[in-house]
């Protein structure tokens, strides 16, 4: 009987899956040593320099800078389009705190538009009727690296003379596809762009972003606002004779330590990303039948996007379906993990969102889940998650 007990428990020890493993090249320590014995330390150094080339090499970001997190580069975003009180700015409530919290420090009042009911991106048709003489700003959120539909959220830009600042954490890697069928990498649509490297993304250097700076208007204050509102760069440079303080600024450069992390993933994308699709692919595969046996939703890429593997997801049918999933999976050892609670229902912002009832956004909250999803991920324990989740749904009929 003991016996029993403890081999029952060892098995149970044995299936231990968790939502998410931050992936190591191994070249990090070395290249943090670099670092170490140069004793160049702070930021703008030799590491971040040679991000901002690969960055150039792969998508053709010319302007670039990297930042502390992506919360950081959405807040240089909201200084640099000079966001003022009064401002009106669109954007999901699908999203994360940080795409709203950098226009609110500014005194902007966002409104929330409604999520597709394909995937949880924002829904394009309904950012037309939210425009004012007062908005200043469109913020699309590519969800899971999945592309908006760049080419209606760009027009609608274009016709009421709004800057666009595409929140692109989860989107390196990933492209739009234009109706002639020419790529363009996300990240490279709006004026600014803000990316995220924190340790739960495809690319990490444990916290840390980047802003990129498409519209030329914007690169020298840019650059003055990441070093703390002064001409310190223009000065090493030798383009002014001395810095001093010439602007809004703050800290928001990462140090050479982050960017030598971060700069041994990059050299590796190609095979970060080939195994991140190799799962996501065989999740969609096996979780197809999800969808034509059980109507569930799943993972959606549409045709005007490339898919750059961030997450895998389906969507329950109701809040305590997706609950009873997330409960039974925890008892086979895989942790699965739900995502955002609409921001318009936020204790903090509750009072602040007008009457409009966002039920798609509410619909994602409520039923979307996450599933294991990492570089160390071994494909069988894909395929086990994959017969436990469809086993769950068996169960049920
Ligand atoms: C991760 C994430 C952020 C925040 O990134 P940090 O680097 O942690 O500041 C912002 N927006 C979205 C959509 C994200 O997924």
């Known amino acids: 009987m003991m016996m029993n007990l403890i081999t029952l428990k060892k098995i149970k020890q044995m299936i231990n899956i968790p939502f998410c493993k931050p992936?190591?090249?191994?070249?990090e320590i070395s290249y943090i040593s670099t670092v170490l014995d140069k004793k160049k330390l702070s930021g703008?150094?030799?590491?971040?320099?040679?991000c901002h080339h690969l960055f150039n090499e792969y998508y053709g970001f010319k302007n670039c800078l990297l930042t502390s997190?992506?919360?950081?580069?959405?807040?240089?975003?909201?200084?640099?389009?000079?966001?003022?009180?009064?401002?009106?700015?669109?954007?999901?409530s699908y999203t994360f705190v940080s795409?709203?919290?950098?226009?609110?420090l500014r005194g902007a009042k966002i409104l929330f538009v409604d999520s597709r009911k394909d995937s949880p991106g924002m829904d394009e048709d309904k950012i037309e009727e939210l425009i004012t003489s007062k908005t200043k700003a469109i913020v699309p959120v590519h969800y899971a690296g999945i592309s908006c539909d760049m080419d209606k959220i760009m027009l609608i830009a274009k016709k009421y003379g709004l800057f666009v600042i595409e929140d692109a954490a989860q989107s390196i890697d990933s492209y739009y596809i234009d109706k002639n069928g020419n790529k363009s990498?996300?990240?490279?649509?709006?004026?600014?762009?803000?990316?995220?490297?924190?340790?739960?993304?495809n690319i990490i250097s444990g916290e840390g972003g980047m802003l990129v700076i498409n519209n030329e208007e914007f690169k020298d204050r840019a650059e003055i606002i990441w070093e703390k509102g002064t001409n310190r760069s223009a000065f090493f440079r030798g383009e002014v004779n001395k810095y001093g303080w010439v602007d809004l600024g703050s800290s928001f450069l990462p140090s050479e330590i982050t960017a030598a992390f971060l700069?041994?993933?990059?050299?590796?994308?190609?095979?970060?990303?080939?195994?991140?699709?190799?799962?996501?692919?065989?999740?969609?595969?096996?979780?197809?039948?999800?969808?034509?046996?059980?109507?569930?939703?799943?993972?959606?890429?549409p045709h005007y996007s490339t898919n750059n593997g961030h997450i895998f997801y389906i969507v329950c049918n109701t809040l305590n379906e997706r609950t009873d999933l997330i409960d039974y999976l925890k008892q086979k050892g895989i942790l699965a993990v739900f995502h955002y609670l609409s921001l318009h229902k936020s204790d903090y912002f509750e009072k602040l969102h007008d009457t409009r009832s966002l039920v798609q956004s509410d619909r994602y909250s409520d039923c979307?889940?996450?599933?294991?999803?990492?570089?160390?991920?071994?494909?069988?324990?894909?395929?086990?998650?994959?017969s436990e989740i469809i086993n769950y749904f068996e169960s049920k009929i």
């Open 23 to 27: 992936y190591l090249t191994n070249n």
């Open 44 to 50: 703008n150094g030799d590491f971040t320099k040679k």
């Open 69 to 92: 997190s992506c919360t950081d580069a959405l807040e240089m975003a909201a200084i640099l389009i000079d966001i003022h009180p009064g401002d009106e700015v669109i954007m999901p």
């Open 99 to 104: 795409t709203a919290n950098a226009f609110i």
């Open 185 to 201: 990498p996300l990240g490279s649509f709006g004026d600014l762009a803000a990316f995220s490297f924190h340790e739960t993304k």
């Open 263 to 301: 700069y041994a993933q990059l050299e590796q994308i190609n095979k970060i990303q080939k195994r991140r699709l190799d799962i996501w692919n065989l999740y969609y595969e096996r979780l197809s039948y999800l969808s034509s046996k059980f109507s569930i939703q799943t993972s959606f890429v």
């Open 368 to 386: 979307l889940l996450r599933l294991p999803l990492y570089n160390d991920l071994e494909l069988t324990d894909v395929n086990l998650i994959c």
